[in-house]
């Protein structure tokens, strides 16, 4: 009945939030029915005041700019060290020999049975919080860009060297753009992962954070805390990968109109 | 078959023997068996033969992508190792970089050599302009056509100034009016690049057609079978004269019988 007021992306936001609405208003009709203790089953008004509090308080600005802080420098750390593991295993037959058992043997231990040796080795806190990031980002940016080194066609190779290109010329201007599009799915795999690693590890060793806030409130009977720090958690990754996931793949491989080796092979 | 060293010998190939490894397997595949020849400075060599005839092999050995497992390859003398910006090639698959505009791409050696952005976007142009494609500068590789991709490749290796120029049937992949069109610009551009080509083809037509001089090679492994002088005067070398040129029917006739392995009518 409206149609013709509204753009599409306005009316695609209006259906959505309604969508939101009815759920809340379902959850506040639900609450007399229930009819059990705030702690046990909260009302959205509960969650409101508890989220009103939490920023007057000044707890929550703190706690969620801690995660983001750990979050991205964990990440860009993690990206960092596995674009370059993968390099060197995907360029040096040595270091693939060298390194490839040990790398499958590391991967197979997953980063929560590391969090207690890192508690021990770093305390709790940052340090433990930011090593175990690296170590769950590290692991899909190296397998990713190692399958994109692998796999880059040969005739790409081919023609930069007989253009003249240098070893690092070949890396920069070759190799790396070819993995690329492996890169970027090793990179939303790897932020996917550090996200849950994130709250995970705030959980088992930090005193801040999102995902204190998620454990303590449930701890200390404010259970309208911890849904308040779930519903932060959710609204955060959704703004990442609006905000940086899906713009690195528009202007890489969507530019490049879905370039695939086959395109190029008649 | 003769080898005699002339004084204006580019590159010589010396009892050359070429084995490649296949893909899955640990078989070694015969190639080329044995194979002496001297590619003159400054001429149009196009090396014509069934599939499998080793051809293409020996295009890589040239460009130093595959090392002999006999004999010789030289270029000016020195014993050729490895691809180098000497010996430009152009691909069948035309190997253009998906990630680079066309303008990019086809100043990419010069890039790879150090020359300033504004002197190579210079010559690039140049050779874009050369080749009919100065509206397209700023496409990507995946907005061109077959034959505007081919276009691309010759400019980005003309571009980069080599001695040599190894064309690996690089009109193979396209319609057939298209390669007709093809066929006329290479000639009228090499008529003012003037460099040494070696044109490896499995068109008898497209093989006296562009060259000085036609190389017919046997079913694989690639052996020389014999050598035709082409001496149509560059002039005359457009399709609708050379379709009707008495000369050129009877030297296709002639290749053509070399090729299909039938005794060469006396």
New interface residues.
């Given amino acids: 009945m409206n149609a013709g007021l509204l753009t599409p992306a306005t009316e695609r936001f209006l259906k959505g939030a309604a969508g939101v609405l009815v759920l809340v208003a379902l959850w506040q009709a639900s609450v007399p029915l229930v009819g059990l203790e705030p702690y046990f089953y909260p009302s959205p008004a509960d969650v409101w005041h508890a989220f009103v509090e939490l920023m007057e308080k000044g707890i929550l600005p703190v706690y969620l700019v801690d995660s983001l802080y750990r979050y991205l420098l964990g990440v860009g750390l993690g990206i960092v060290l596995g674009i370059a593991a993968g390099l060197l295993i995907g360029l040096s037959a040595t270091a693939s020999r060298i390194l490839t058992p040990l790398i499958n043997f590391l991967f197979a231990i997953v980063e929560v049975a590391w969090i207690p040796i890192f508690v021990i080795w770093f305390g709790y806190g940052f340090k433990t919080i930011l090593i175990a990031l690296v170590y769950v980002v590290l692991f899909p940016l190296l397998y990713n860009t190692l399958l994109g080194v692998r796999t880059v066609p040969q005739v790409y190779v081919n023609a930069a060297r007989s253009l003249g290109a240098t070893r690092l010329q070949l890396i920069k201007d070759v190799i790396l753009p070819a993995a690329l599009p492996n890169i970027i799915t090793g990179l939303r795999v790897g932020a996917g992962f550090a996200f849950r690693g994130l709250i995970f590890a705030e959980i088992i060793a930090a005193k801040t954070g999102i995902g204190y806030l998620i454990f303590e409130g449930a701890s200390t009977q404010q259970t309208a805390r911890t849904i308040v720090g779930m519903i932060v958690m959710g609204l955060l990754w959704l703004f990442l990968d609006r905000c940086y996931l899906k713009p690195i793949e528009r202007v890489t491989i969507e530019r490049w109109g879905q370039v695939t080796t086959a395109e190029d092979r008649e | 078959m003769t080898t005699t060293q002339t004084t204006d010998t580019k590159i010589r190939l010396d009892a050359v023997r070429l084995e490649y490894v296949k893909e899955e397997g640990r078989s070694r595949h015969l190639a080329v068996e044995s194979i002496s020849l001297d590619i003159r400075d400054k001429e149009f060599l196009v090396v014509v033969g069934p599939s499998g005839c080793g051809k293409s092999t020996l295009i890589?050995a040239i460009?130093?992508?595959l090392k002999p497992t006999g004999g010789h390859i030289t270029m000016d003398g020195r014993e050729i190792t490895?691809?180098?910006?000497d010996?430009?090639?152009v691909?069948q698959?035309?190997?253009?970089?998906?990630?680079?505009r066309v303008i990019d791409n086809v100043a990419?050696?010069l890039?790879?050599?150090g020359v300033p952005k504004a002197e190579r976007y210079a010559t690039a142009r140049r050779f874009l302009a050369i080749t009919n494609l100065a509206d397209a500068e700023q496409k990507?590789?995946?907005?061109l056509s077959?034959g505007m991709k081919q276009r691309a490749a010759v400019a980005?290796?003309l571009a980069?100034a080599p001695e040599v120029m190894?064309m690996d049937e690089p009109f193979a992949?396209v319609d057939a009016q298209t390669r007709m069109t093809l066929q006329e610009e290479l000639v009228r551009v090499w008529e003012q690049a003037r460099l040494t080509v070696l044109f490896v083809t499995h068109s008898v037509e497209e093989a006296v057609f562009l060259g000085d001089r036609v190389v017919v090679l046997t079913p694989g492994p690639g052996r020389i079978k014999s050598i035709v002088d082409v001496s149509i005067p560059r002039a005359r070398r457009n399709w609708q004269e050379m379709n009707q040129d008495p000369e050129f029917i009877r030297l296709r006739d002639e290749v053509l019988v070399q090729v299909r392995g039938q005794p060469v009518a006396a």
Avoid at chain 2, 94 to 99: E, H, I, N, R, V
């Fill in positions: 890589s460009a130093g992508f490895r691809p180098g910006a010996r430009g090639v691909f698959e035309y190997a253009l970089l998906p990630w680079k990419l050696g890039k790879f050599k990507f590789p995946h907005e077959g980005r290796t980069n190894l992949a």
